[in-house]
Structure formats: structure tokens, C-alpha cells
């Protein structure tokens, strides 16, 4: 069954018709890291235990965690590095929640444009009555 869930959302999110917004997600919590680590303390693994409680409850929904990545013009170097970390440490967080085998599927987003330079993982609950269809959207 969670297989089947997930490749539903998944499947909403590559379709070229349909894509998946949330425009009433409810934040659960950051995960916050020291700089050029990805790693996190265990205050935030107790956090996260808290997130895995709160969501196995929920239905008809997704977790997205988002990493909000600042831009390094023009060294290409830094910016691969802050991508490599970005995923790494969205990645962490990832595998630490699907140990509990949530019945939700948990999708990523990395933002490539951040106003400001940030070193969180933030963990978001999406209902799926959030999911648009967007060329609806794009009609109006």
C-alpha cells in the first residue's frame, strides 16, 4: 500500500499536467546544522523522534523537507560543494524519518535561490487537498 502511495505523489510530481503545490503546509520543525556539516546534534534527532509521533497519525498527506540553498556566483566549485552538502544533509534527515516506516510518503526539495545563507532542513506537513492542477492555473 505504501508503495502504491508513493508512487502516486511521485507520479503527480513528474507529470508534465499535474504538480504537486502546497499551499497549506504546517511546519513541523528544522533540523539545523554547524557549518560544513551534515551531521545533525541530538537535540535535533529528538525533535525529529517528535515529527515521526506526530506524523504516523496523519493520513492523506506527504512530508516535504526543503532546504533553502544560497547561491555562490560565480565559483562553480563552491556551488557544487554547497549542492553536494545541501543533498547530503536533506538526505540524513530523509533516512533518519523512513527508519520508522511512516505510512506517508516523504518528498525532497532543494530551493536554489535562499535570500540568505541557511543551514536548515525544514520539515513540512502537506495535506493532499494542496495538490493543484496546474494547467487549471495557468487557463486563469
Known sequence: MRSWVLSTVIGCFVSGSVMASCNDEQKLGQVTYANNSSFFSAKDSKGLDHIKKIVSN??????LLEFNLFPSPGDKKQQQYNLWLANRRIDRV????????????????IRTAAPEEQRN???LWCPTSTMADNSNAKKQ
Open 58 to 63: 496523519k493520513q492523506d498527506g506527504y512530508l
Open 94 to 109: 530523509k533516512s533518519y524519518l523512513s527508519v520508522a516506516n511512516l505510512p506517508l510518503p516523504i518528498i525532497t526539495r
Open 121 to 123: 532542513v525544514d520539515i
